[in-house]
């Protein structure tokens, strides 16, 4: 079966460092999400891309966050000055050919910023 | 309150049911997941079920859908210790963009 997969799983960066979390969606997806979770907390929407832009963004998706949908295959969250508040569990999604159609995520990158 | 909500634990014995309840104030959703994550792991999408629908079942899993009293339930006939995880409901408010609840730790005991 086809499957979301991220890469790398733990990420380890010093604060103010800028992170790339990379995915790659299932092949004919057409919608690409970010969530995240904090240990032990919710698992948050930050940002969904259709159509190679940002289609709808959290309060939580600031200037410090971008994304990116470098080729065909790719797509990356991009933290440009990561905080000690970055630290959590980054998962990609991605869903078939509708807006509706049910989100399939990957394992996660556990991203710990020192 | 939360948007989504979920008991935060359950604790069941191998072999019995075990239903996981969720509620939740947008009713707008065409569709509504459940997602299973074990230790250490992703989000597993285990079933979903459309609005228009009042239950659905796949295999030892039963769905039930209350939309007057916005009420969800998962039940999980039989269940194993392989079952043990966390137990997210999830549903779209407003746009098409999930909101997960905080999650329903499934504890089997032997």
């Known amino acids: 079966e086809p499957e979301v997969t991220q890469t790398p799983s733990h990420q380890v960066t010093q604060m103010g460092q800028e992170v790339i979390l990379r995915c790659v969606p299932i092949s004919n997806h057409l919608y690409f999400y970010w969530y995240r979770q904090i240990l032990g907390q919710k698992v948050e929407f930050l940002v969904s891309f259709y159509n190679n832009e940002i289609s709808e963004k959290s309060e939580i998706f600031d200037d410090q966050f971008s994304v990116e949908r470098p080729d065909g295959s790719n797509f990356t969250l991009k933290i440009r000055s990561t905080k000690l508040e970055d630290s959590a569990m980054y998962f990609c999604?991605?869903?078939?050919?509708?807006?509706?159609?049910?989100?399939?995520f990957g394992n996660g990158t556990r991203l710990t910023v020192t | 309150g939360e948007d989504v909500e979920q008991s935060l634990f359950l604790s069941v014995r191998e072999g019995d049911s075990s239903v996981i309840n969720c509620t939740y104030t947008?009713?707008?959703?065409?569709?509504l997941y459940w997602y299973k994550q074990e230790p250490g792991a992703g989000l597993q999408l285990l079933t979903y079920?459309?609005?228009?629908?009042d239950m659905k079942q796949d295999q030892r899993l039963t769905v039930l859908l209350n939309k007057k009293d916005k009420h969800l339930s998962l039940r999980i006939a039989d269940t194993q210790t392989g079952d043990s995880a966390i137990y997210f409901c999830a549903l779209p408010r407003g746009s098409y963009i999930p909101t997960f609840g905080r999650g329903t730790s499934l504890i089997v005991h032997p």
């Open positions: 079920i459309f609005s228009n629908m």
């Open positions: 999604a991605s869903s078939g050919g509708s807006a509706d159609s049910p989100l399939h």
């Open positions: 947008d009713s707008s959703s065409t569709y």
